[in-house]
């Protein structure tokens, strides 16, 4: 028996890396998983329907309960058809882990419109259209008297909490996932749905290149990069204990586990009366020297 024993979840882009470890986590633990993954290159080109379908074997062979899935996340009838292979096969759904995206890096003077709107639309639209077909069905229990225990797991990025160099369209599509990420929490919340998002350091195909040169430390004595290290504080969020843990952001990375400390309100001055150009200089630098400096932007020294 796991924590997520009985529990039914979708995980997007679960055929390799990070996905692959949360289905099979979430197996161990109990759940009945719908795979998706349209097995595209790491640039989002091309098409493998096969590659969910491992991840689907390797459950089965555990003695779990999983199916796949091949549609785009990131289209609308294609969201609504995950969560609908959810309900067909499962009779129902608790937990939808956003994993799904793709990278394709360039410093903001070289990124094409084509290369921003790709990247945008498979992470930021991707995790709200599934987000947006779940919710409706949580919705509508609550409305017909039988209220959600629900979850949703979304993945943004230290990209998108600090931003990294050469990763304008994924640091900004990531940082806009962590702000859909409280938002889901506090209007979800009326019908039993939690929401919360990972900001997890991880050896995937997104990041082997980026980070070639810090992947593990041969100190630690297991593998920091490796992504089953982050997948159990997915299951835990998706088990029923973690019904009062929403809008939070966590990092992770090896054993290390932290809970992101986001904006605040800071210090202010308030001259009662509209502010002359001129002037703003010391007051802003006043301001500035109250607050703490944020820390840097990866990529930056």
Known sequence: ?????????????????????????LARQGARVVVNDLGVELDGTGRDAATAQVVVDEIRALGGEAVANGDDVADWNGAASIVRRALDSFGGLDVLVNNAGFVRDRMVVSTTEAEWDAVVRVHLKGHFATTRAASAYWRDRAKGGEQADARIVNTSSGAGLLGSVGQGAYSA??????????IEAAELARYGVTANALAPSARTRMTEEVFADTMARPDAGFDTMDPANVSPLVAWLASTDSADVTGRVFELEGGQLSVADGWHHGPSRDKGDRWD?????????????????????????
């Open 277 to 301: 150009a001129a002037e703003l200089g010391p007051v802003v630098r006043a301001l500035l020297g109250d607050v703490r400096a944020p820390d840097p932007v990866y990529g930056t020294t």
């Open 1 to 25: 028996m796991g924590i997520c024993e009985g529990r039914i979840a979708i995980v997007t882009g679960a055929g390799r890396g990070l996905g692959r470890a949360h289905a099979l986590e």
């Open 173 to 182: 599509a990531k940082a806009g996932i962590a702000a859909l990420t409280l």
